[in-house]
DNA sequence: TTGTAGGCGTTATCAC
DNA sequence: GTGATAACGCCTACAA
């Protein structure tokens, strides 16, 4: 805590150099300017020194915070697991280009939203939640903005999803495994208002189907976990083979709930979900699943909203930048039907 | 973004006074060295220029960043749901005194520890875990750390959260209801690492059992959740009527097995569980929790490690300081027993 | 009570 | 190729 940090003054006098001269010597973007040689040797010295450059004093100058904010607001997403991964990656890829993330709980920017503009250098937004006037500041101050994994009515750079894709190539794999009766369970819809995803996935699954010309097979499931398993226990001839079903807690529940009814998957029915995070594969039989390529996408966010801030004028805004989701292939969907098999 | 910030040197200029007589206006350490009148004026002058110190430049001279590391290692807990809580209360107060919190998963620090250490004041980690090598760096260096609701073993501030009283008013609360047959339903132990609160609990529970006459009764639960309802179910003699549940994860499943077996709660068995959050209280029946005071502790870290950093000689490194834990009755323990009634 | 001047650690400018 | 010197915006002895 209090070891005097070598500055770059102390070098300049180790060399017996100037101060100026040190600095070129440590920045790289004067190539020239400084002898080869004295250049090695001042690196040399500075490493011996343990020196490392004050960003305080670097930051006053160059008017560069080396800081990101980070918004997210409401409670945390615990369901939507991705969330680490994303920001795991995203703070490593920051950190090799010395910028860091400061956390904000978005409702510190509505209290006091100049201690913050002041203090980042550009935003990244998770889970594309915030309120307007939030959003609207950013916006007219001008701020390097990138929005992670959601949608919001924004001009900024967006890191997206394509959710309806992922919902079609996991339709297809059930088409492709010669299922005809595949169901899209959301599980039971309390409220009005579904997050987005769920259309989403429904579009996926809709095109997916219709272009099987299975069009008269869709159908969305909205029971409880508990009945559709007794649904599922009891067959008959309108009970789906296979399920795509929304949210992984929803298939956990589901899964759970067959197994101790004793109904086989894949054998009975196929079961694949979204999210592939943990514990999908620990389940019996292990879930297939819709990955988001979530590592990815928040390296991405690191690149875009640096580039954004290092060359301003050439970034292009209101751009979205759109993954492609893969399929984790796993037991519980790996069941080739045989369609000319009548089932119970 | 591009607005030109007032600074210190205009306030001056617009007043006809220099600047160190406006720096000293501002800062209010300072009580007397300018007239009052002429203070008054520079203020008002300063607000109607929106003048807002430079964080930067007072940070270079007072060598404070302002800036508090959030550390956190691993997988986000997702079970573990009074992380929003408690980080939004850290975060709300610290920015009562103008201080921010930085990212940094713990991997972070590993690859680059100077560069963090040279952006923070201090540090608080979160949920206790961390790799030893950084723990070690951070008591080395001396910088001022808070641990988070959890153990680690350190001699930093601890806040924490006392799971052993938890378990025993918990236990104390269903003796009270008269119940006898009094069960800790921990799961199924797949591994030898049990969390830690899983003992802490075990305690308070066993120590209130004996308190009331009743170490015969003590019974831990290890069944899986559907195995466990078929038991509850079935009834019997050394079935328990009470039910305290490790996790509240673990608490919901079960609770909805009973449910689709029509087992009635809290008449045939009554439960609770730990951490009151969300959905507890939204289950048929709500149920009755331990809540962990959360943002309690959120702001009482944000006192400590600004203690810390403001005096750090009067510090009392090691000190702990531990908070007790409440109950939240609900309809799932709600339910006074009659001894002298046989239960079938 | 007020102002002057030096410094925090760095980078940028311009002489040499 | 190298080195004074002036910023950056603020704080703080110390002098007036």
Redesign the pocket.
Known sequence: MNKP????????ARC????????????P??R????????KRILREAEKAG????????A????RKHIIGLIYSGDFPLQEGNFHEMVSALSAELQRAQYYLLFLPSRLLLEDSSAVFERVDGFVLLNGKCEKEVLQEIEEREFPMVVLNGTVPTTSIKIENDDEYGAKILTEHFIENRHRKIAYYIGPVYSEKLHYSVKRRQLGYEEAMKQAGLSRNIQIITDTYNHLAEVIEQGGKSVPTALMIHSHVLAINLVGELARRGVRIPQQIAIATFNDIYPIDHLVPPLTAVAIPAEEMGKVAAEQILGWIDTPDSVNKGQSVTFQPTLKLRKSSDYPLNPSVKRK
């Open positions: 940090v070598p500055t770059i003054k102390d070098i300049a017996g150099v100037s101060v100026s001269t040190v600095s070129k010597a440590l920045n973007q004067f020239s300017g400084v002898r080869d040689k004295l250049r020196y490392r450059p004050n960003w305080m004093a670097r006053m100058i160059k008017r």
